[in-house]
Nanobody, 116 residues
């Protein structure tokens, strides 16, 4: 059974930092592209950051220079370090694991709220 479990969300003031974690089980983690997506109320889910099995990263323009994705294959965990948070970063953040075109798993999401 595949599980992706996010943690680390919460309420933070504008300019603050949070680190999200996503622990995976049931997959060969090191082979997966891992990513973070977010969905704000009334908006579509959008990509935040991804990291391939080879370590290549991709970021949304809105978070470049503020957020950093990393992974620990031994711990089967992917992280998202979020600095200089803004109210517009408020959303539910979802962890995703993807391999190839047809295999994709999602976590249940963790709420991040940034107050102004």
């Amino acid at each position: 059974q595949v599980q992706l479990v996010e943690s680390g969300g919460g309420l933070v003031q504008s300019g603050g930092s949070l680190r999200l974690s996503c622990s995976a089980s049931g997959i060969t983690f090191r082979l997966y592209t891992m990513g973070w997506y977010r969905q704000a109320p009334g908006k579509q889910r959008e990509l935040v950051a991804t990291m391939t099995s080879g370590g290549s990263t991709n970021y949304a323009d809105s978070v470049k220079g503020r957020f950093t994705i990393s992974r620990d294959n031994a711990k089967k965990t992917v992280y998202l370090q979020m600095n200089s948070l803004k109210p517009e970063d408020t959303a539910v953040y979802y962890c995703n694991g993807e391999r190839g075109w047809s295999t994709s798993y999602w976590g249940q999401g963790t709420q991040v709220t940034v107050s102004s």
